[in-house]
């Protein structure tokens, strides 16, 4: 249900989410544009970008761009925000989410130099080429907005099987605290989200793949109720990030900066 009070919160404003084909990227989106907002959803899997896509129009008609793009590759980022700006119904993007995000699990011990660089890649890299393009867009506009990096609470509890995950989002929350304080001349806040365990495509290949490395006797359904917040006793709902990354992209967190929030469910309060 559409939360009526903050219904057109994002009039007037465009976000950019990636990794928006699935997962916590699709339901970021789908608050904004319940908020009001315009979305350019970004992804690198073009038959999944495209199902999306389709399903967020049909709930905001006109409201919904796609574009296939590999947060890797510069370039590409580049012709993102070049294609944005020669069509003027975009309007001017001024939130960006960066959502895309991999993860790998493997043993500490049997090196995966694949695993670490493609994590880094997206998680790390990927952060800082479309944070950097986006505010160079924005600087060159006079324009200020909002960043929303996913960081993790993978950060602060870190998951056995998962180190240069863990690593690259305790990463992603550092960038937040530099870029919040560099880029706030140029009227550019910047958080984070850090999730719990959200019911996704990446949370069902962790739990597999976890299960397997620790010699299998539990199954996918028994991780679902103890992977998530504890005092809840289920997991993290995508919207429920939605929600937290929405507050955070508007003016109504102007005084939150630099910060990585925690929507786990309490499992990490201090
Ligand atoms: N699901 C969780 O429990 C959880 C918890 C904490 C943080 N996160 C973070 O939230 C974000 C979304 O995770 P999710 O669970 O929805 O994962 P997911 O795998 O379901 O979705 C991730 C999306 O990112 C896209 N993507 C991957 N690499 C990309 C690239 N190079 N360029 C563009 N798009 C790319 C994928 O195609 C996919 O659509 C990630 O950054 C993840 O680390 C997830």
Redesign the pocket.
């Known amino acids: 249900m559409p939360h009526k009070e903050f219904s057109d919160e994002f009039s007037g404003r465009t976000a950019l989410v990636?990794?928006?084909?699935?997962?916590?990227?699709?339901?970021i989106a789908g608050v904004l544009l319940e908020q009001g907002a315009r979305v350019v959803a970004?992804?690198?899997?073009e038959d999944?970008?495209d199902k999306t896509a389709a399903e967020l129009s049909e709930k905001a008609p006109g409201s919904v761009w796609k574009r296939v793009?590999?947060?890797?590759?510069e370039k590409a980022v580049q012709g993102l925000f070049e294609w944005a700006s020669r069509d003027d119904t975009i309007g001017t993007i001024d939130v960006l989410v960066?959502?895309?995000?991999?993860?790998y699990a493997h043993p500490f011990i049997e090196q995966d130099e694949a695993a670490y660089e493609?994590t880094f890649?997206?998680?790390v890299y990927?952060v800082l080429t479309v944070s950097r393009i986006f505010a160079s867009y924005l600087i060159a506009r006079k324009q200020g907005g909002n960043i929303v990096n996913?960081?993790?609470?993978?950060y602060r509890r870190p998951y056995a099987y998962f180190v240069e995950?863990n690593a690259?989002?305790a990463a992603?929350a550092n960038i937040t605290h530099t870029l919040s304080q560099e880029l706030a001349p140029y009227g550019i806040n910047v958080n984070a989200?850090?999730?719990?365990?959200?019911?996704?495509?990446?949370?069902r290949?962790?739990m597999e793949r976890t299960i397997a490395l620790d010699g299998g006797g539990v199954d996918v359904e028994e991780c679902r109720k103890t992977?998530g917040p504890r005092q809840l006793r289920r997991?993290?709902d995508?919207r429920e990030?939605g929600l937290v990354a929405a507050f955070l992209a508007s003016e109504r967190a102007r005084i939150v900066r630099g910060q990585t929030i925690f929507?786990?469910g309490g499992d990490t309060a201090l």
Not at 42 to 45: E, G, S, V
Not at 193 to 203: I, Q, R, S
Request: with cysteine; net charge negative.
């Open positions: 990636t990794g928006a084909a699935r997962g916590l990227g699709k339901a970004a992804d690198l899997l999944a970008l793009l590999d947060v890797r590759d960066n959502n895309a995000g991999v993860c493609d890649a997206v998680n990927g996913l960081s993790s609470n993978a995950y690259s989002k992603v989200v850090a999730p719990g365990a959200a019911d996704t495509h990446m949370l290949y962790s992977w997991l993290v995508p990030v929507v786990d």
